[in-house]
């Protein structure tokens, strides 16, 4: 039985935060692989945000480059119109043999968006998830877990409980909704932007072969 991750994103552009979680998930869950999906055109972001598809699949396959373990897939690049996560995790559950174990990678601030997702209680009734924190400055009013609690239970549903045996939210019929702890490094996409805009460094936030690539390509001036 197969065990596979899978960590969608904007990754514009990718940088060790996303790498080290993907890493951490993956030792701590042993799954065989992860697979990182690039969205073509992310439902919730504007046009013109965001750089070309192309050149962050190219930036994604630098980054990955000497890890094992960690593939990009690009199969949210292939298909037209928005990206729905829906739609990317019923092509792997067709993908993989019926008793393979997928499992849906996000960030908490991620997860914390879920109930404006298309057919996200869907979604909920498909896949486990793992989230992951990301650096608490980055949810506001946040106390550690209790906001994912909060949100689940008066944004989706007030039958999930927390196993603390498990260390995940569970209701009835649906699959288990893990929290994981990673190495919260305090870097954005965001931030590493604003920095190139500025004409500041971006050593030691991304990967040598990414930083090369943005440089070469003149990207996010």
Sequence with gaps: MKKIGLFGGTFNPVHLGHLRAAVEVKEGFELDEIFLIPAALPPHKMPGEVAAAADRLQMLDRALEDTSGLHISDVELKRSGPSYTIDTVQHFKHSFPVDSRIYLIMGLDAFLEINTWRAYEALLGQISFIVINRPMADIENSSGWKVMEDYLKTKISSEYAFSESQSCYQRVKTPPI??????????????????????????????????????????YL
Excluded at 189 to 211: C, E, F, H
Aim: aromatic share 10%.
């Design 178 to 219: 893990y929290v994981y702890e990673v190495t919260a490094l305090d870097i954005s996409s965001t931030m590493i932007r604003k920095r190139i805009k500025k004409g500041r460094s971006i050593d030691y936030l991304l990967p040598p072969k990414v930083a090369e690539f943005i440089k070469s390509e003149g990207l």
